[in-house]
Antibody, heavy 122, light 106 residues
Framework: QVTLRESGPALVRPTQTLTLTCTFS??????????VSWIRQPPGKALEWLAL???????YYTTSLKTRLTISQDTSKNQVVLTMTNVDPVDTATYYC??????????????WGQGTLVTVSS | SYELTQPSSVSVSPGQTARIICSGD??????VRWFQQKPGQAPVLVIY???ERPSGIPERFSGSSSGTTVTLTISGAQVEDEADYYC?????????FGGGTKLTVL
């Protein structure tokens, strides 16, 4: 059974760095083709892909936030960490981690965590 | 950059067929997935590879593709199908979501 769970602060001050952790089970990031992605959703708005880390440690970022994001993995703990620097109130959102798999035609997201709401406010 | 476009809302009566369209140039060469998201819940995969249905998803959910347009069809929509639906695709190093469609069944 694949499960993912996000954890991190509920409130972050503007200009601070946000660190989120995804703890997963039911699959391994050392398995060929496995990936974990971060996706966010501002209140009442659409889903927005942020970053992806692959089984071979390849990393991909959305262009608009590339300079502020870092994704990393700790395979011994089955965790993926996302850091976002210099946060702003517009970064207020529910942040999801999700499993993805590499296929010949691209990455396919399938299982999602329940999400964690992060509010950026002074 | 690639974009996926969806109508903001679709409304049907229970038992009717609901169709949600997603369009984008990338869809001419990449598969699409559809996610269902109910209020306060995480998205759930309902269609992958344009028309494949994961186990546990009711048969009334189906998908089709034609050129740069893909369609999610819910045949005989139920009240419990009321949700936001997002199309999704992936280019080489980029993952894309559509803007989402709110399906109302009443």
């Amino acid at each position: 059974q694949v499960t993912l769970r996000e954890s991190g602060p509920a409130l972050v001050r503007p200009t601070q760095t946000l660190t989120l952790t995804c703890t997963f089970s039911g699959f391994s990031l050392t398995t060929s083709g496995m990936c974990v992605s971060w996706i966010r959703q501002p209140p009442g708005k659409a889903l927005e892909w942020l970053a992806l880390i692959a089984w071979d440690d390849d990393k991909y970022y959305t262009t608009s936030l590339k300079t502020r994001l870092t994704i990393s993995q700790d395979t011994s703990k089955n965790q993926v960490v996302l850091t976002m620097t210099n946060v702003d109130p517009v970064d207020t959102a529910t942040y999801y981690c999700a499993r993805a798999r590499e296929y010949s035609y691209g990455h396919g997201v399938d299982y999602w965590g329940q999400g964690t709401l992060v509010t950026v406010s002074s | 950059s690639y974009e996926l476009t969806q109508p903001s809302s679709v409304s049907v009566s229970p038992g009717q067929t609901a169709r949600i369209i997603c369009s984008g140039d990338v869809l001419a060469k990449k598969y699409v997935r559809w996610f269902q998201q109910k209020p306060g819940q995480a998205p759930v995969l309902v269609i992958y590879k344009d028309s494949e249905r994961p186990s546990g998803i009711p048969e009334r959910f189906s998908g089709s593709s034609s050129g740069t347009t893909v369609t999610l069809t819910i045949s005989g929509a139920q009240v419990e199908d009321e949700a936001d639906y997002y199309c999704y695709s992936a280019t080489d190093n980029n993952l894309l979501f559509g803007g989402g469609t709110k399906l109302t069944v009443l």
